[in-house]
């Protein structure tokens, strides 16, 4: 995946020693045979195999998921089997677990800027998240975990994620290169034909460059501990917000550049616009999620590319995305408009 092969990558193919013994699972026979010449095993299977989903982790000292943050169910299935293998060894196993910004929404449908700002060395704070808010049920299940004394668990949580990942698994074709937030406003703005904010676009959320997460040094203490690990092992992953209107008019921009006829302002959506691109995503576009990263920071963390670096990096982004028939097709772009970048 985008932020996976980015682990992946930095964690263990780019480590000079390799005394770990690393097992991926992947969907694609294809891309499990390129990952065998990484010296990393490679298992064959769906996230919804709960067998084997449990099976593998009761194998594994530590397992890292960077796959899916919404899946309750898929969660369980390693816990159960890191639950298994502290029953068989005495030994806690390690889970880290990736959620995401979107836990932290504050909706105020575009008007406004929240003023919570959720900071990881508070767990107070962190505590008082509504289960009800985005990747939450995954993150209490995974928290209640390491409360229950059979495995050690840590949950990093990345802002937006956005640049390109540039690893050799890309080169391979192993790895997705592309950020989802992009291609999907890119999508929208495109249909209807220019760019857009909900409300007045003032929410602000945190972001951070693909490529940073995995230089999080969670990895290596988790065998020290010294900064805590369950409800007190939260890792937020950012350098700086950037707000809706500062997005969508560099996307007026693109969408001009691109089309002449198209005018570079910003307009608000109309209320039938927004009914029709609320879901999955598009609500997200009124919202605020606010965070910094004190607890990762005080790792040694240092994360350098920061709002203007991402504000730069749409232009970019959005004509790669356009210009990848296979992405293009999942998402539906209009192909007849974009196909000339």
Known sequence: GYIGGCVLTKLFLNRKTNDENVTVLVRSAEKAEKLRKYGVVPVIGEFGNAELVERLASESDMVINVADSWDVNWTRDILRGLKKRYERTSMKPVLIHTSGAGVFIDDTKGLTLSEIIYDDMDVEQIASIPPEAPHRAVDLVVADADEE??????ILVPGIVWGEAKTKLVKDGIQNPHTIPIPLITNMMLTIGQAAVIGKGVPRWCHVEVNEPADSPVLDTTT??????????????????FSWMELALEMGQILHSMDPSRPPTVR????????????????????????????????????????????????????????????????????QVTRNL
């Open 149 to 154: 004394g059979y495995c050690q668990t840590y």
């Open 224 to 241: 020290t501990d010294p900064v805590g690990h369950g409800r007190n092992g939260y890792f937020f992953g950012e350098n700086g917000e």
């Open 268 to 335: 608000s959506y109309t209320q039938e616009e927004e009914e029709k691109y609320r879901y999955p995503y598009g609500y997200l576009w009124g919202t605020n999620a606010r965070c910094v990263g004190n607890r990762s920071r005080a790792l040694g963390w240092k994360p350098v590319l920061g709002t203007k670096e991402f504000l730069e990096s749409v232009k970019d982004a959005a004509e790669r995305w356009m210009k990848d028939e296979k992405i293009v097709a999942e998402y539906g772009a209009n192909w």
